[in-house]
């Protein structure tokens, strides 16, 4: 786990400064195309401003806008024990000290993400879809997927890289608003000599060469890591459960969902387990998704029969994509001890009761609605709405009178 | 001079090398003491949920009052245990006797019906997994810890300063894969 975050941090550096020096490079470019003498620095200074404004605001709300723009609502254990149960469970699985806040999105959509810069500020958000389709062991899939997320501090990688990305797509858009309707360098008439003139038609292609490619660029490096990111959080959640089939399971559920997410967009459809706006896609998709094709990560978590080590994903990774690729960093491979999965789960499903598991998640979702509940000593739980102002309710079934508060 | 100077140097590097393999043995050493508290908050746990599932099942379960006797007696048997192993056999058999008593309810519809034994039943099953995964973790940081006193160099580290070798938490499966009696009376 530390190895991981150490090359998770060195690889945040180098997507840092790399991204940085294009964001530089592209700041530079359109200021001189505006202004060949001081436009540079200009063009420069407000890149870096626009990206610190950006970076801060994302580092210090971007989680709270995220779980407030797709709804999400903060729960506590008793509006769904299981849920807070198999976080604990996940927390105490990869042995680290924080505890994730729970939220709970009202959505038939099956979906889950992970959000916080800082692991102590995290939080994980589950729909309702996906506690009442899935049974326990594909929901501590899920979890832990999350949780890995969390633990190998990809959020922080990919809020960074996604700011980088944002600001290069703002600064591009803006020089081609600029070219538009300005129809190019103010300074232009003053320059008279030739070779300034040649200057700028050098600095004017380079602008738009750099304007088309940097969002390309930046798009598929940001494309490349995410997908990354979720092939580890796939190993790692098959190592702290010991059972990816659970995960497999889940993940299948998920992609067979005929729901559609409504409070996802663009920019937080990475943040989510599976994609909730792309259906599961051809091989050409490939290059430009934000997740890896589902049956490929459930083909290899369903191949990983005899070990769910670091190394075992890896070695399953290969033989399914057919090619080499590292997918986890070699500092982790070299540690990594020997993990036997646990088998013989299988019959999991019988014990699922899906009408159970669609009542609890109603039952999550009516309490985040301030219904009230009480548990009547003959068995019945007698759900009461916030608008019931009566001082008294008896049970239906043996008729206790029950005092409200 | 220069010869000392290099010696001096060489000196001060084994030192330092041997600094940081022994704070390495020490960080890998709480970790696992850290790994055992956390199993032992979660074996607690269980043992404050036992009085309460007995009273809510005692008056729906009239026929296995043996299985019942069984729990109290592997409790207070396992909250008596001392060293690692003794604790992991007398929490195995306190896992099979509840699993047999699981296997029981289903015989009693209107027990699982019962919303306070479901809520009851939720939090043991969690309990229960959570004991497996702080037993999973403290197990592995025990195999890491191991392998670091064992291995060459940092055995000598660990030899100079009496770094022992952690026992493992394991579960006999003889409890938990005993088929639970069916009686006919």
Not at chain 1, 123 to 151: K, P
Not at chain 1, 195 to 210: F, K
């Amino acid at each position: 786990m530390w190895e991981l975050i150490q090359s998770n941090r060195r690889k945040s550096l180098i997507l840092f400064f790399g991204m940085g020096a294009l964001l530089i490079l592209i700041g530079y470019v359109f200021g001189s195309y505006y202004d060949p003498e001081a436009g540079g620095v200009v063009g420069v200074f407000f890149a870096i401003v626009l990206w610190v404004i950006l970076s801060a605001l994302s580092y210090f709300a971007g989680s709270k806008i995220l779980l407030a723009v797709s709804g999400a609502k903060e729960v506590t254990k008793d509006v769904h024990p299981q849920l807070y149960n198999v976080v604990e469970e996940m927390k105490i699985a990869a042995g680290v000290p924080f505890f994730p806040k729970i939220y709970i999105i009202d959505d038939p959509a099956p979906n889950a993400f992970a959000t916080g810069v800082k692991p102590e500020n995290s939080a994980i958000a589950v729909t309702s879809g996906l506690l009442s389709t899935l049974n326990r062991y594909e929901l501590q899939g899920v979890v832990a997927h999350e949780m890995s997320h969390i633990v190998n501090r990809d959020i922080l990688l990919m809020t960074f890289a996604g700011v980088m990305l944002g600001v290069i797509t703002i600064m591009s858009d803006i020089f081609f608003r600029g070219m538009y309707f300005g129809g190019g360098s103010r300074y232009r008439s003053r320059s008279s000599s030739k070779s300034s003139g040649q200057a700028q038609v050098i600095v004017m292609i380079l602008a738009i060469i750099l304007a088309i490619l940097g969002p390309v660029l930046a798009q598929l490096f940001y494309f490349a890591i995410s997908r990354k990111r979720e092939y580890l959080a796939d190993a790692s959640a098959a190592r702290l459960t010991r059972y990816p089939e659970g995960l497999a399971n889940a993940l299948e559920k998920i992609a067979n969902s005929t729901h559609k997410l409504r409070s996802a967009n663009k920019v937080t459809a990475p943040m989510y387990i599976v994609n909730p706006l792309k259906r599961e896609g051809m091989k050409l998709a490939d290059l430009t998704s934000t997740h890896p094709p589902i049956s490929e990560r459930i083909k290899i978590l369903r191949a990983l029969q005899q070990g769910v080590s670091y190394n075992d994903y890896q070695r399953v990774f290969e033989m399914i994509h057919g090619k080499k690729e590292k997918i986890i960093p070699d500092s982790v491979l070299k540690e990594s001890i020997a993990v036997t999965p646990v088998i013989g789960l299988t019959n999991e499903d019988k014990d699922f009761n899906p009408i159970e598991a669609r009542r609890e998640a109603n039952d999550a979702v009516m309490k985040l609605n301030d219904y009230n509940f009480i548990n009547c000593k003959c068995g019945v739980k007698i759900k009461i709405p916030p608008d019931y102002n009566k001082p008294i309710v008896v049970c239906p079934r043996c008729g206790t009178r029950h005092q409200l508060r | 001079m220069i010869y000392f100077i290099i010696f001096l140097a060489v000196i001060v590097l084994i030192i330092l090398f041997f600094v940081s393999i022994y704070n390495a043995l020490i960080r890998l050493r709480n970790q696992v003491k850290n790994a055992w508290a956390q199993i032992d908050v979660q074996l607690k746990r269980r043992h404050d949920l036992i009085p309460n599932l007995i009273e809510t099942v005692k008056g729906y379960m009239t026929h296995e009052r043996q299985i019942m006797e069984n729990i109290t007696k592997y409790r207070s048997q396992a909250m008596n245990a001392q060293t690692v192993g003794e604790k992991a056999q007398a929490e195995s058999l306190l896992s099979g006797a509840l699993g047999q008593l699981r296997v029981q309810v289903e015989n009693y519809p209107d027990l699982k019906a019962n919303q306070n034994f479901l809520a009851l039943q939720e939090e043991l099953t969690a309990t229960e997994n959570k004991i497996s995964f702080a037993r999973q973790n403290y197990n592995d940081q025990v195999l890491m810890y191991n392998n670091k006193i064992q291995m060459f160099p940092s055995n000598i580290v660990a030899g100079m300063f009496n770094f022992k070798e952690e026992e493992f938490f394991e579960i006999k499966d003889v409890a938990e894969k005993e088929v639970p009696k069916v009686s006919f009376n």
